[in-house]
């Protein structure tokens, strides 16, 4: 059996990153979860927060989301979130930021959009 | 004869900047349609797994969930109508306003109530031109609507749905009491379809409550969906999953309506800039045949003075 996984990081409107990776972390409405290769098929209510991911050449980034779900079957891990935002630097803080700044641009725009 | 000959090429004129104007907004159009496909592109793995996920928990579970619930007597239901913020479409809006019309009256027919929400200028300016109510409406996004106005969408229909249907437990009546709608038992969705570049027919769906199993893309029959474990526990996933599969067949439904609108307003960009064409080589022959006749009046003119002075000259001698 590999020992690695296909993820997906999916927002509404965009895939932000697909690759074969080994960990990822993160938290669900149950509490912390920790995912590997052949992991039993699991669909979870995610909490915002972060995702951490561990790709299989030594990589490693993570992501800021304001929510979602994860959903694990056959070594394919989909993490489904409205908005997200991710760094490749492994820094969680500029991730947050991003994801932040995103959220408060899309209020100022529906905001906009209320009054006409 | 020469003013009308000015005049014709005054015309000529208007109708060369007419065409100028119609030529770019067919390719500002046509520009914007592959923008508005590849959106649809991007948001289409999200529905996937989405559509998945739903029909995971529907097949693995016994849990009857409000939003997928019949409710017992419908007597008001609700049409979302996706028309385009601005004109200049063709008969986009209005064959998409046409469609909505025959659902209501369907819906009359059955004894329902009809609530009216409305997502693009041009459909609010038909309802308020004729002094017909508006439950809500949203505009300034129709030909690139994002998420967030899908959502925003999706949540008003939802809690409209959810006071309506009669069977949703405390916590999610109380949430939708805070927001300001009226009551229905059903929500339909009106929106043009993209079928293609040449093609779009305006399209009704019932969005709730939901029939979950006829997802855009079926997983393949040989394909067997493991057994999922939920966490927490079915219940609270498919609490969260429904509504996010409802406002993401929203989105769709945006998406699509964009492309249509844009597709729309190519043709008939299209069709303007052949039709100045047609103006500018007609009214180009008639400029022609003016000058023309001028010309010939003029000669025969002048040969007709020479002809009357060879005449007096040759009496005199």
Redesign the interface.
């Known amino acids: 059996m590999a020992n690695t996984m296909n993820v997906?990081l999916?927002?509404?409107?965009?895939?932000l990153w697909s690759g074969e990776a080994t960990v990822v972390n993160t938290r669900?409405?149950?509490g912390e979860?920790g995912i590997m290769a052949n992991h039993?098929?699991?669909?979870?209510?995610l909490e915002p927060g972060q995702v951490d991911v561990r790709t299989v050449d030594d990589g490693h980034w993570v992501a800021a989301i304001d929510g979602g779900?994860i959903?694990v079957?056959?070594n394919q891990v989909?993490i489904?979130c409205?908005?997200a935002e991710m760094s490749h630097e492994s820094d969680f803080e500029e991730a947050k930021r991003k994801l932040d700044e995103r959220l408060a641009t899309?209020q100022a725009?529906?905001g906009?959009?209320d009054e006409? | 004869m020469a003013v009308s000959l000015r005049e014709y090429r005054a015309r000529i004129r208007s109708v060369e900047s007419t065409k100028k104007i119609t030529r770019a907004m067919e390719l500002i159009a046509a520009s914007r349609i592959i923008k508005a496909q590849q959106?649809a592109q991007?948001?289409a793995?999200?529905a996937r797994?989405?559509t998945?996920?739903v029909s995971?928990?529907a097949t693995y579970s016994n849990v009857d969930h409000p939003l997928t619930t019949e409710p017992e007597e419908s007597t008001r239901a609700a049409i979302l109508v996706v028309t385009s913020d601005r004109g200049l479409a063709g008969a986009y809006s209005s064959s998409v306003i046409k469609e909505a019309e025959q659902l209501a009256e369907k819906l009359h027919a059955e004894g329902k109530e009809v609530d009216v929400y409305i997502s693009g200028r041009k459909g609010v300016a038909y309802y308020s031109f004729r002094r017909r109510e508006i439950a809500d409406s949203?505009?300034?996004?129709s030909d690139q609507p994002?998420?967030?106005?899908?959502?925003?969408i999706g949540e008003k229909l939802i809690a409209a749905f959810v006071k309506g249907a009669g069977n949703a437990d405390q916590e999610e009546l109380a949430a939708a009491e805070d927001v300001d709608v009226a009551p229905v038992q059903e929500v339909h969705v009106v929106y043009t379809r993209f079928v293609s570049m040449l093609t779009q027919e305006p399209h009704a769906v019932r969005l709730l409550p939901l029939e979950i199993v006829e997802g855009e893309e079926k997983p393949a029959e040989d394909e067997v969906?493991?057994?999922?474990?939920?966490?927490?526990g079915a219940e609270?996933?498919l609490d969260?999953?429904l509504p996010?599969y409802v406002?993401?067949r929203i989105?769709f439904g945006l998406l699509q309506a964009a492309a249509s609108e844009l597709a729309a307003r190519q043709k008939a960009m299209k069709s303007a800039t052949d039709n100045a064409e047609e103006l500018i080589k007609k009214y180009t022959r008639i400029a022609n045949q003016a000058r023309q006749a001028g010309i010939t009046q003029e000669i025969s003119e002048i040969v007709g003075g020479v002809n009357a002075l060879a005449d007096a000259t040759a009496g005199s001698e």
């Open positions: 997906a999916v927002a509404a409107d965009r895939m669900t409405l149950a979860i039993t098929p699991l669909l979870s209510v779900f959903s079957a056959n989909s489904l409205d908005n899309e725009a529906s906009e959009g006409d | 959106r991007s948001a793995p999200y797994e989405l998945r996920a995971a928990v949203w505009t300034g996004h994002t998420y967030a106005v899908a959502r925003e969906l493991p057994l999922f474990e939920f966490e927490p609270e996933v969260a999953l996010k406002q993401s989105y």
